[in-house]
């Protein structure tokens, strides 16, 4: 059975740092692209970034781009979301997925990014 | 990246057939055929419901449809059941290499 977790969500002040991290199982990770994709309470999805599978080719929302960055651990079947410089827009449920253009395609549940002071 | 443009809400009886229309540029829905449609019930992750602008995923009722003219997508689901009732977000690739979503649309099933 599939299964992608998110963890590393949290409370973090504006300016802050957290890692998300989403550890997969039940697929070949390593032959997968990767996204995360937010959505801020009450709105719309947001594609956030995605990482090849090789983890050389990666790409950015500009809301995140300097600020974000993404990478992979294809030995832990885990994807990494880094993120500095927190902002309040970005508090969101950040899921991680697999390739949004063609299936099998693949979500975590979320993990909940809160920034406040 | 300006997300792609979708109806805010759309609503149909059960039976009937409604369609939902997500409106881009040259530079992500009309630049290929790398276009995505995701349903998502409340507090639950999205799925994959049509890719490539008119594909279903295995196990996806053919009551889903999809099509593209120019810049803009379409979702068509007919049959109309209860449980369609969800938020639908369309979903393009760009010319940038990034991917856009539309601003979601919520179907009722009056």
């Known amino acids: 059975e599939v299964h992608l977790v998110e963890s590393g969500g949290g409370l973090v002040q504006p300016g802050g740092s957290l890692r998300l991290s989403c550890a997969a199982s039940?697929?070949?990770?390593?032959?997968?692209?990767m996204k995360w994709v937010r959505q801020a309470p009450g709105e719309g999805l947001v594609w956030v970034s995605h990482?090849?599978?090789?983890?050389?080719?990666?790409n950015y929302a500009d809301s995140v781009k300097g600020r974000f960055t993404v990478s992979r651990d294809n030995a832990k079947n885990t994807h990494y979301l880094q993120m500095h410089s927190l902002r309040t827009e970005d508090t969101a449920i950040y899921f991680c997925?697999?390739?949004?253009?063609?299936?099998?395609?693949?979500w975590g549940q979320g993990a909940l990014v809160t920034v406040s002071s | 990246q300006s997300a792609l443009t979708q109806p805010a809400s759309v609503s149909g009886s059960p039976g009937q057939s409604i369609t939902i229309s997500c409106t881009g540029t040259?530079?992500?829905?009309?630049?290929?055929?790398?276009v995505s449609w995701f349903q998502q019930h409340p507090g639950k992750a999205p799925k994959l419901i049509i890719y490539?602008?008119?594909n279903r995923p295995s196990g996806i009722s053919d009551r889903f449809s999809g099509s593209k003219s120019g810049n803009t997508a379409s979702l068509t689901i007919s049959g109309l059941q209860a449980e369609d009732e969800a938020d639908y977000y369309c979903?393009?690739?760009?010319?940038?290499?990034?991917?856009?979503f539309g601003g979601g649309t919520r179907l009722t099933v009056l």
């Open positions: 997925a697999t390739d949004l253009r063609l299936p099998p395609n693949y």
């Open positions: 039940g697929f070949t990770f390593s032959s997968y692209w």
């Open positions: 990482i090849n599978p090789d983890g050389s080719i990666t």
């Open positions: 040259s530079s992500d829905v009309g630049a290929y055929n790398s």
């Open positions: 490539e602008v008119n």
């Open positions: 979903a393009s690739f760009t010319r940038t290499s990034t991917w856009v």
